[in-house]
């Protein structure tokens, strides 16, 4: 074990080995009053794990060394204890019994009672704890019953150890405390959650702030991550109230986990990262609730009715065994479930599209077989068929009344190849053929797929090298009999594109959307636009940052113009939280308005984009309303979108000089921020066209702007200083 001692500026005023005899965990260092310090831990020996503690003086010399013959299960946790002591407690590995002891400085051992024992009908274990304004102690642990994962017990007992109350709480699926403070009327636990023991393929743990009150209810959650594995290691209450969180998080680009740090307000939220535009009355949002058992509900896929109301897959999260169940629902124009069944096979929801001939498809899976389900409107089914593939993601209704299938199947062993998948199936589903696309060391995944007016077949996904995180959008033109007429990449240098969408335009050209991931550069994420000829030639492409991580995730023409459905405002890490976005073009891809919609502290993904007979836009997908509740939704949206005319963030410490500008601007910044800046110009096309670095060193600051060439218009320039952001608009007139 080696102890390191720092100044204030982390330089080193003394380090220390202690060789141990075994292996050891849970190490923890307790400060003690009178210049010393306890150093606590789980000392392996003959796979026993007992409890050794060693009191040290500021050099790290040993005072004494204490070694408890008690075994230990899972985790020991100490703090601070009466008279510069020393408390901790442990599970005994037989019956799970706490333990709960005092130590003093003179290696006097004291057991405090403990009267709690745990549920008859499920294991509980005692992880933390922490002394309570009344003089008792608040316990907290999980606990497991039945075929569930780890739910969080919170147990508060009195000073002589006399329990109060017990409060469980199932946040989602697998949730374990890290961390246990106390404030004068709250407690603050961190906490990992969303983890799955039954399936390691659903697990997406994020980092979850909890407040309860003194009672042990739940105030307020707060949930942070990325899409992917993120879990919690400290916590820090801070003087003014905000909270300072380690932990580790998974980038989109990396396999493996990187330490991160974040610090958030007093009711958990991070300022910095706050989404920089107006957002569209959320009123127009109906929730939809096809189970009115659980709280998790996600659309995978969903289709409009004509009555307004959706069709939908869904992933119905069963509570009692934390497993997701796929479904097919129906609800009205106002939410309300119509019918609900699950799906005839199938384990995981996959999609719900609809086709020409007025049926749907739904798609479930397991492991490598696939689903595929013919019903109509009422519920009614009319074939269920499985297909062998590793990926499905779209489908489309054929020319002669069959069906096409995209996605992706491996070939080879070794360095597996993933090839782009197109399948196609008869009218009563059975399978005709199947075509596999490859090329040497890339994989290929095909995500939308359309029919051309020649009946040829358009697939548009993505592209990378094996192993690479770099990937390129991609199209393939294929015949109707499953040869392919040609292949076209869209390559962005060493960054990440994929297109999510594909459609055929009035003009017969081939429009697709998705997004460019930029992984050098925090939060940098563009949604994608991009057109290409019949022959898959490039015709213009187009960049779109909004706030923070952009995608398109669907698009529709309409009245000659192009709309792009998709999300905005999530930080690649930080709060979960994102919202709808409906961007608007002109066909040259030059941005023409854009809103936004949703709610502060809340996940709102984008699945489908729909247009009703009245050419209202029906934005379909699922939004968490708050952390561990989610439902399916859908947004009526005019298509009259009218791009606000005001600063996004009023900042009058930032001002753009003059108004309007002809052939000079500059930027006044009067901050007391002093170091490295980044001022950036996008026109409304939605790229940038200037971009540079430089130091501000001193409060009041003048930086000019190089406007000489650029035509009369609004242009939006973004100024970060630091963390914080702040975007003004720049009005050239001559």
């Not at 002589?160 to 949730?175: A, F, I, N, Q, R």
């Not at 009555?307 to 939908?312: A, K, P």
């Not at 782009?420 to 290929?444: C, F, M, N, P």
């Not at 040259?588 to 993904?605: E, I």
Request: hydrophobic share 35%; charged share 20%; net charge negative.
């Amino acid at each position: 074990i080696r102890l390191t001692r720092m100044d204030a500026n982390g330089n080193t005023v003394r380090a220390k080995d202690y060789d141990v005899n075994g292996s050891f965990d849970n190490l923890q260092l307790i400060p003690s009053g009178q210049d010393h310090l306890f150093l606590v831990y789980v000392h392996w020996e003959q796979s026993r794990r007992h409890i050794d503690i060693v009191y040290l003086d500021m050099d790290l010399n040993e005072v004494w060394h204490h070694h408890m013959g008690y075994t230990v299960y899972n985790t020991l946790y100490a703090i601070a204890g009466e008279n510069n002591g020393v408390e901790f407690i442990f599970n005994d590995p037989d019956n799970l019994k706490l333990y709960h002891f005092n130590m003093d400085i003179n290696q006097n051992a004291t057991e405090h009672f403990v009267e709690y024992k745990g549920s008859p009908d499920a294991t509980s274990i005692i992880r933390k704890m922490v002394k309570t304004p009344d003089g008792g102690y608040l316990y907290t642990g999980v606990e497991i019953a039945g075929y569930k994962n780890e739910d969080i017990l919170l147990v508060k007992t009195d000073q002589k150890g006399s329990t109060e109350w017990v409060k469980k709480h199932d946040l989602y699926m697998g949730d374990t405390d890290d961390e246990i403070a106390v404030t004068n009327d709250s407690y603050i636990m961190l906490a990992r959650t969303g983890y799955s023991g039954i399936d390691l393929n659903l697990n997406a743990m994020d980092i979850t702030l909890i407040k309860f009150d003194l009672a042990g209810d739940i105030v307020w959650t707060r949930a942070y991550g990325t899409a992917t594995l993120d879990y919690p290691r400290g916590l820090l209450v801070n003087k003014d109230g905000s909270f300072t969180i380690g932990g580790q998080a998974t980038t989109y680009y990396l396999t493996l986990t990187e330490p991160v740090i974040f610090k958030t307000d007093a009711q958990g939220n991070s300022p910095e990262l706050s989404f920089q535009h107006p957002l569209k009355d959320p009123s127009p949002i109906v929730r939809a609730h096809p189970d009115a058992t659980s709280p998790i509900q996600r659309m995978t896929g969903g289709a409009l009715l004509p009555d307004g109301g959706m069709l939908m897959s869904t992933s119905i999260l069963d509570t009692t065994v934390d497993w997701h169940y796929p479904y097919i629902s129906r609800t009205d124009a106002q939410g309300n479930a119509i019918w609900h069944q699950p799906t005839p096979q199938g384990y995981e929801s996959v999609m719900m599209k609809p086709m020409a001939d007025g049926n749907f498809l739904s798609v479930s899976s397991w492991q490598e077989d696939f689903h595929i389900t013919k019903l109509d409107a009422d519920g009614k089914i009319d074939w269920t068929t499985t297909l062998h593939a590793n990926y499905i993601k779209d489908a489309v209704m054929a020319a002669d009344g069959g069906y096409l299938l995209t996605g992706m199947e491996y070939l080879g062993s070794g360095a597996i190849t993933r090839s782009l998948l197109v399948i196609k199936l008869s009218k009563d589903g059975k399978e005709l053929w199947r075509y596999r696309h490859t090329l040497d060391r890339k994989w290929i995944v095909g995500r939308s797929i359309q029919v051309t007016p020649e009946n040829d077949i358009l697939v548009a996904g993505f592209m990378q090298d094996q192993q690479s995180p770099v990937s390129a959008s991609c199209l393939a033109k294929i015949s109707d009999q499953g040869s392919l007429k040609w292949y076209k990449t869209y390559p962005h240098g060493n960054n990440i594109a994929a297109a999510n969408k594909v459609i055929i335009t009035s003009s017969n050209d081939y429009l697709l959307t998705g997004y460019i991931r930029y992984p050098a550069d925090l939060h940098k994420q563009e949604l994608l636009l991009l057109k290409a000829d019949q022959q898959g030639s490039l015709l213009w492409e187009k960049e779109f940052d909004i706030d923070k991580m952009d995608a398109g995730t669907s698009v529709i023409e309409y009245g000659g113009q192009y709309y792009i459905a998709g999300t905005t405002g999530q930080p690649e890490f930080g709060a979960r939280e994102s919202f709808g976005l409906l961007l608007r073009t002109d066909v040259n891809g030059n941005k023409n308005g854009f809103l936004a919609f949703g709610n502060k502290s809340t996940l709102l993904t984008c699945t489908d984009l729909y247009k009703d007979n009245e050419n209202k836009f029906h934005f379909l997908g699922t939004v968490q309303q708050p952390f561990g509740i989610e439902r399916p939704f859908q947004a009526v949206l005019d298509h009259d979108i009218i791009l606000s005319t005001s600063d996004p963030e009023l900042n009058k410490n930032v001002q753009i000089y003059p108004i309007p500008a002809k052939y000079a601007a500059f930027v006044s910044i009067d901050h007391p921020y002093t170091g490295n800046i980044r001022v950036s110009i996008t026109g409304i096309t939605g790229v940038k066209l200037h971009s540079y670095q430089t130091q501000k060193t001193q409060r009041p600051f003048k930086l000019s702007l190089p406007i000489a060439g650029y035509a009369n218009g609004v242009y939006l320039v973004e100024i970060q200083l630091g963390r914080e952001r702040i975007l003004k608009k720049l009005v050239i007139s001559r």
